[in-house]
Each structure stands twice: as structure tokens, then as C-alpha cells.
């Protein structure tokens, strides 16, 4: 199969524009997700798609809050022709960013070149912006050296500045008219990226060999996965012992494989079960297709990471099925 070419949008802003809204779901995250692509986003623990964001129009950036609880991961991508970073607010727990590890008070730099994973699995906070490559002038080489690598945000001067930013904007009705403030806000963001960097060079991420090839199996079962993929398999695959793979999986994700890659093969189910039919496929042949032999276990792992049991899924499912079939009328041939 040919290897989907990686095309983002460009960066559409509308100056003043601003959303606050706490959404439930993926759809709703989507749709209020301004100049943002995430793909193949898997629920990894309960309530992982709930969330707040805050988004913001300037002249030629975008800030975005996000709140999640965690326990989720997907590829995301920015918009075109744009360097972005990230800060990291509050993180439970472990996040793991492309090939890097960040810690809270961390700002990673990166870009429109590919959509890069990213995964917590605990509760986060953080906040990004996107910045047109053409607006950022001497600042560019900076940034662009500085990529897929961190900086500590100091004293979390930036955190604080990009909190104020949002507030100040939320508080004044008229501003959409306040050309000024637009300005002024980009500036202060400047600033502070120029102190930053002026006090410090961006690092590499430091990570042990076992950790580097944790990595390569994410990325390798993300794209591929199937029902028979094991410990021991993979162990063998990438000549690491077991023992190994279980430590370093858990120092950058929190999950042992085994548990990571059943969470991941549950989304892989429920993704089936919405696109099934009751009178076309049963609960247990995709439990099997996707490795689960023990249907009472996995009913139980099932309804624990969705809140609700593998054959609900598949009711709905086939009730949609059935709504539909009722309100479109579909010429014979496009049966």
C-alpha cells in the first residue's frame, strides 16, 4: 500500500477569534481542534476523550490550552508552515512526546514535517502555539535548531505569559477591534522565547537503549497490529530480554506491554463493533480476530476502559445501521 503523503493545511486564523469549551467525546474534541489534525487516537483509560480547551486568534499565531484527563494517545499535526511548542503544565504521571519524555515545565519544539505521537497516561495540562514561519524573523534559526528538542520553561515565565494572554483576551469584549493588543501580545511571547533561549541551548531527549526500542515497537504496532502480537514475540523480534521491555515500557508510558498492547487491541475491537451489524458479525469473532480467547476477561477489560459492554456497542451500532437505512434512499446500484 502506498504511504499516505503527510499535507497539513496552512495556518487559518481569524484575529480575536476565541473558544472555552469542555467537550465529551471525540467528535466534539475535533470539532473545536482550530488548525490541528489528530489521527488514530486510541482511548487508553477511562474517560481519556473528556477535556477543556481554550483557543485563541492573534495576527500570525495560535494558543491553545488543553486539559485532559489522560490515558489517551494519537498522532497530531500542525498547521502548515508553522513552528509550534508546547509546554507542559501538569503531567500525573508519564507523557512521551515523538522520542522524547517530557517533564512538567518542559516547552518541546517541533513542526509541520510529520504528525508526532503523542500519549499520557494520567491526567495533563498544557499549552501551545503555533507560530507562521514568516512572522517569527530573527527568532527563526533558533527555532528551527531547536526542534524535537526541549527547554525548560524558567520559573514558568511562558506558562505564566500565555495564561495572561488568554485571560486578557477573555476579559476584553472589544478586542477584536484592538489591533494593538494583537501585537503586543505576540511580542511578549517573543520576549520570552528570546530570554529562554538566551539563558539556555535546547537538549536531545536522554534515553536508554531499551527505552529507544520501546519506541520503535509503539511506532511499529501503531501503524500494524494484529491479534497475534505477544511479550514474547516482540522480545525476540527486537532481541531485547523480557524483563527490559517490561521496565522500559513502564518508565516511558506507565504501562507494561502487556497492558499496553491490550488497550490497544480493545479500541481496535470497539472500532469494529461501530462498524458492525448484529445480523452480520458477533461480539466474539472480533474479540478473536484482535487476539481475546477469554471472552468473560475480555468483557470485563472492555467495559472497564469504555464504561459500557462490548455487546452494547454493537447494538448501537446496528440501531444507527437501521436509522440510516430508514432515512436515505440509495439508488439499487450503490447497494
Known sequence: MKEKIYNPPPLILNKGHFIDLYYDGYEEMQSITDNWEHQCTYQLLPDALKGHHQVLHLQTMQLAYVERPGGMMSNSGSAKDCITFSVLEECADKACFHRMKPQVGDIVFFDDSAPYNFMTNSPFKLCAVNIQKEALGPLLPKLSQALNHTIKDTDALM?????????????????????????????????????????????????????????????????????????????????????????????????????????????????????????????????????????????????????????????????????????????????
Open 159 to 335: 506558562s505564566k505569559t500565555l495564561r495572561s494572554i488568554l485571560k486578557q483576551f477573555t476579559d476584553q469584549t472589544d478586542v477584536e477591534k484592538n489591533e494593538k493588543a494583537f501585537k503586543a501580545a505576540e511580542e511578549k511571547i517573543k520576549n520570552v522565547l528570546i530570554k529562554l533561549f538566551s539563558e539556555q541551548t535546547p537538549m536531545l531527549p536522554k534515553l536508554t537503549k531499551g527505552e529507544e526500542t520501546a519506541l520503535d515497537i509503539r511506532d511499529q504496532v501503531y501503524h500494524h497490529m494484529d491479534g497475534k502480537i505477544s511479550l514474547k514475540s516482540l522480545s525476540n523480534q527486537h532481541q531485547i530480554s523480557e524483563k527490559t521491555l517490561q521496565n522500559s515500557f513502564k518508565s516511558l508510558f506507565g504501562f507494561t506491554p502487556v497492558h499496553f498492547l491490550r488497550q490497544l487491541k480493545l479500541n481496535l475491537v470497539r472500532n469494529d463493533l461501530n462498524k458492525s451489524n448484529i445480523e452480520q458479525n458477533t461480539v466474539s469473532n472480533i474479540a478473536l480476530k484482535w487476539g481475546f480467547t477469554h471472552m468473560g476477561r475480555f468483557s470485563r477489560y472492555y467495559t472497564d476502559l469504555f464504561g459500557e459492554n462490548p455487546s452494547q456497542t454493537l447494538k448501537r451500532a446496528h440501531q444507527k445501521s437501521l436509522a440510516l437505512e430508514k432515512h436515505c434512499a440509495l439508488r439499487q446500484e450503490e447497494v
